[in-house]
């Protein structure tokens, strides 16, 4: 059993999944520069197949007191859709028909996305040729007033109208404990405090900061030693 498994996952990483190895590879250089980064795997209606995709760390939002990603109550991802991508996932049945209309704008960057940019040689038009439209896909426990507890759901949203275009369960129906099913995977550089992990940059941040504060009470110590020298000689 566990050598089927085995063949059958890696035909479909290797056969089924083309574009696997690209995707995770990318995940993989982001992870020291992010401090963490994340994976996910859904399955695409118009393909019939498992799709791998890197979702990197600008695109996760977590709320302020999370101590782990997994952990969390709120798990939010922003979806950079085209305005031909958020059509099809209408026509497949996956969002509601609210006849939005389509951006006109490039869409709010963070400034990491802007360095990337910059490093890519990308520079933004002003305006939005392929209508991307955000989406916030929010994993959240909640409890609806048909609800006697909270449940795990998928909640999935406009950015600019802030209306809801899907309600999904999230988690399996025969499941008792109602456990919340983990879509998006993390990983991490180094572990540290809080829901996001650190990586390279931040080290050598936190080196610097350090460095320079050490400089300043050098100075300080410096300073204070030379006007107490100049005291005493003028006393």
């Not at 709320?63 to 979806?79: C, D, E, I």
């Not at 909640?155 to 999904?168: I, P, Q």
């Not at 456990?179 to 998006?184: G, W």
Request: one cysteine or more.
């Amino acid at each position: 059993k566990a050598k089927r498994k085995t063949r059958f996952m890696n035909w479909q990483i290797t056969e089924q999944m083309p574009e696997f190895r690209a995707e995770f590879e990318q995940m993989e250089t982001q992870v020291p520069l992010g401090g963490s980064q994340y994976f996910t795997l859904y399955y695409d209606q118009q393909l019939k197949r498992p799709m791998p995709e890197f979702v990197p760390v600008d695109d996760i939002l977590l709320p302020f007191a999370t101590s782990n990603f997994y952990s969390a109550q709120r798990k939010t991802r922003v979806l950079h859709l085209t305005q031909l991508e958020f059509e099809r996932r209408i026509e497949a049945g996956l969002y509601r028909d609210l006849d939005l209309v389509p951006e006109s704008m490039d869409p709010e960057s963070t400034p990491a996305e802007e360095a990337n940019r910059k490093i890519e040689g990308k520079s933004p038009s002003g305006y939005n040729e392929d209508g991307l439209r955000d989406v916030y896909e929010t994993y959240v426990l909640y409890q609806f007033e048909h609800d006697d507890k909270a449940y795990p759901y998928l909640v999935v949203t406009d950015k600019a109208t802030e209306k809801n275009l899907a309600v999904y369960r999230n988690y399996y129906p025969d499941d008792t404990r109602c456990k919340a099913i983990d879509h998006i995977f993390e990983f991490d550089f180094i572990r540290w405090r809080g829901s996001y992990g650190i990586g390279i940059p931040h080290i050598g941040q936190r080196l610097s900061l350090e460095g320079q504060a050490d400089l300043g009470h050098l100075v300080q110590a410096g300073a204070g030693g030379w006007w107490q020298r100049i005291t005493r000689q003028t006393s």
